[in-house]
């Protein structure tokens, strides 16, 4: 089970981390991969945009939020972070956290695909004001 928190309201410019926390599967002892979607509403396509994985050798981001947005993971606490400086307004979104077991790395070509995940967050909403 996939659990994500710290979505809120934030002022253009403004900061949020995002926690996605895992049950049931240890980050210590176990490879995988998390993924972050988002969904903006008025029926806008889930994007992936970003990914780490339990070698943390690359992590992956897309283009609309790199420089901007850091994941990171924390075995002990078996949880995945998306720090999210300098939000805009177009980052509005419902943010997802997912999983894929047993792969040490993101998948390289389809990190941001939904059908690389397996498990997925109910998602946490970020509104941004401008």
């Known amino acids: 089970r996939l659990v994500e928190s710290g979505g809120g309201l934030v002022q253009a410019g403004g900061s949020l981390r995002l926690s996605c926390v895992a049950s049931g599967f240890t980050f210590e002892f176990d490879d995988y991969a998390i993924g972050w979607f988002r969904q903006a509403p008025a029926g806008k396509e889930r994007e992936g945009i970003s990914c780490i994985s339990s070698s943390d050798i690359r992590p992956y981001y897309a283009d609309s939020v790199k420089g901007r947005f850091t994941i990171s993971s924390d075995n002990a606490k078996n949880t995945v972070y998306l720090q999210m400086n300098s939000l805009k307004p177009e980052d509005t979104a419902v943010y997802y956290c997912?999983?894929?077991?047993?792969?040490?790395?993101?998948?390289?070509?389809?990190?941001?695909?939904?059908?690389?995940?397996?498990?997925w967050g109910q998602g946490t909403q970020v509104t941004v004001s401008s």
């Open positions: 997912a999983l894929v077991k047993a792969v040490s790395a993101c998948p390289a070509t389809a990190w941001a695909t939904i059908p690389a995940y397996n498990l």
